[in-house]
């Protein structure tokens, strides 16, 4: 299995939705970092599971959309308590729905909202 990775930080606010969040029910900002994980069996013709660049400029592209917002108020979030496992969730899903990867197999997203806590998630593509 080969597996490609690439990272990001950015700023984005929220505020939990829970009962009895504490003080995580104001909005407050993290310093994200977001790790994309990319893996596949095969290599294809030049030899790449997928071209970094590409990668990186469709990881842009996602953290574009998060970059300074509060997540309550994006649409993708509705009904959900942005949680940093719905986030890592989410932001994967937007990451891989605009790659273009054949070989890529999976994308796995380990989103960091400090340096305590993280969530990952993992989707087949």
């Not at 071209?51 to 997540?71: F, H, K, N, P, S």
């Not at 989410?90 to 305590?116: C, H, M, N, W």
């Not at 806590?117 to 593509?125: G, P």
Request: hydrophobic share 40%.
């Amino acid at each position: 299995m080969y597996t490609v990775t690439v990272r990001r930080t950015f700023v984005a606010q929220h505020y939990l939705t829970v009962p009895d969040p504490g003080p995580e029910g104001e909005i407050h900002s993290h310093r994200y970092t977001a790790k994309v994980q990319l893996a596949g069996e095969d290599l294809n013709e030049y030899g790449y599971l997928a071209d970094i660049d590409a990668v990186q400029e469709r990881l842009d592209a996602t953290v574009e959309q998060y970059q300074d917002a509060t997540l309550n108020d994006l649409s993708e979030f509705e009904g959900l308590n942005p949680s940093v496992e719905h986030f890592a969730r989410l932001f994967g899903q937007r990451f891989a729905d605009g790659l273009d990867a054949p070989a890529v197999e999976s994308v796995t997203v380990k989103l960091r909202e400090d340096d305590v806590a993280w969530a990952s998630h993992e989707r087949a593509v």
